[in-house]
Structures are given as structure tokens and as C-alpha cells.
Nanobody, 115 residues
Framework: QVQLVESGGGLVQPGGSVRLSCAAS????????MGWYRQAPGKQRELVAA???????NYADSVKGRFTISRDNAKNLVYLQMNSLKPEDTAVYYC?????????WGQGTQVTVSS
């Protein structure tokens, strides 16, 4: 059972930046991929960004060029650097990890973009 704990959310002004962190309870080497999803009020959860064990990344079109996902294998951490934030980025952000057979989720961290 992999436990994921997010941190770094909060209130940020439009155009600002914030970095989310996801700490895994065990080595992330065994995980096929890790990523970030978000869910805004009244909307479905959607993929924001993901990174595979080989380092390949993919992003939602809405965040390309603004968000960057990265992983620190030595520290079992995954980051989401979010720049040029917009009000529509407001959501609960969830860390996700998967193996061949299982999916794991963090508890979520709120990011609110507002002036």
C-alpha cells in the first residue's frame, strides 16, 4: 500500500506561481507512473500532468507551457510547478500513482487562484 501526501496548496493571485509536492511512503522506482489530477467544484476529476518511471511526461492542453511535473527518485517526491496561474486553475489537486495493477491517491490539496 503506497501512501501519498500532498503539500503546497493555498491561495495565490492570478499570474502567480505555486509548487505542489507529493511524498510517497516508499520508493517510487517501483511505480509505473505518477501524476497530478485536479477536480474543480461541479466538474469531473481530470489529469493535469503525469511522469512515467522512464521520465516521459504528458500534460493537459490547458496547462502546457505553464505547469511542469518532475520527480526526485532519491527523495520519493513528485512536484508540480505551476506558473502563470489562472482562476480556472482553482481546484483540489490530487497526487496519483500507479503500478501495473493498482492505483493510489493522495488526500488532495486545495489551490485557489483569486485576487
Amino acid at each position: 500500500q503506497v501512501q501519498l501526501v500532498e503539500s503546497g496548496g493555498g491561495l495565490v493571485q492570478p499570474g502567480g506561481s505555486v509548487r505542489l509536492s507529493c511524498a510517497a511512503s516508499e520508493s517510487i522506482f517501483r511505480l509505473n507512473a505518477m501524476g497530478w489530477y485536479r477536480q474543480a467544484p461541479g466538474k469531473q476529476r481530470e489529469l493535469v500532468a503525469a511522469v512515467t518511471s522512464s521520465g516521459s511526461t504528458n500534460y493537459a492542453d490547458s496547462v502546457k507551457g505553464r505547469f511542469t511535473i518532475s520527480r526526485d527518485n532519491a527523495k520519493n517526491l513528485v512536484y508540480l510547478q505551476m506558473n502563470s496561474l489562472k482562476p480556472e486553475d482553482t481546484a483540489v489537486y490530487y497526487c496519483h500513482a500507479r503500478t501495473v495493477f493498482l492505483n493510489y491517491w493522495g488526500q488532495g490539496t486545495q489551490v485557489t487562484v483569486s485576487s
